[in-house]
């Protein structure tokens, strides 16, 4: 839409030509027509909003036995390889973080205790 009014709107500083007021009607009908289909979208709104549709379920037969036969190996390898894909989805081992980020756990009453400690054997130096 905005593309379109771009280009109603350049055609209409060019010299004038047949196309930019072939546009602009064409845009007027297209608003006319949504105006329209809005309306009837309320109408029917009112008249079908408290109705539920549902279709009956269908009858058919269910079979519950399946004969085919599958070799064993390839139905554990399917296995294996599906376990091995979700693996991937997994969040790392903590071991893997390990090289990258060591630091020692200090409960907080410690470390407030460290930290006032140094502060009070620190020598202070006045600036002048």
Excluded: C, Q, W
């Excluded at 009837?40 to 549902?54: E, P």
């Excluded at 979700?86 to 630091?103: D, Q, T």
């Amino acid at each position: 839409m905005a593309a379109r009014l771009v280009l109603i709107k350049s055609k209409s500083l060019l010299p004038k030509d047949n196309d930019s007021e072939d546009l602009e009607e064409e845009l007027r009908k297209e608003i006319i027509d949504y105006k329209i289909y809005k309306e009837l979208a309320y109408k029917l709104k009112g008249i079908y909003s408290n109705k539920i549709y549902v279709r009956e379920p269908l009858e058919y037969e269910v079979k519950y036995t399946y004969k085919n036969k599958h070799n064993v190996n390839k139905i554990y390898i399917a296995l294996i390889n599906a376990v091995g894909k979700n693996k991937s989805k997994l969040p790392p081992p903590k071991e893997a973080f390990s090289k990258i980020i060591e630091r020692k756990v200090v409960p907080i009453p410690d470390r407030i205790k460290a930290v006032s400690y140094t502060h009070l054997t620190l020598p202070t130096k006045r600036i002048v």
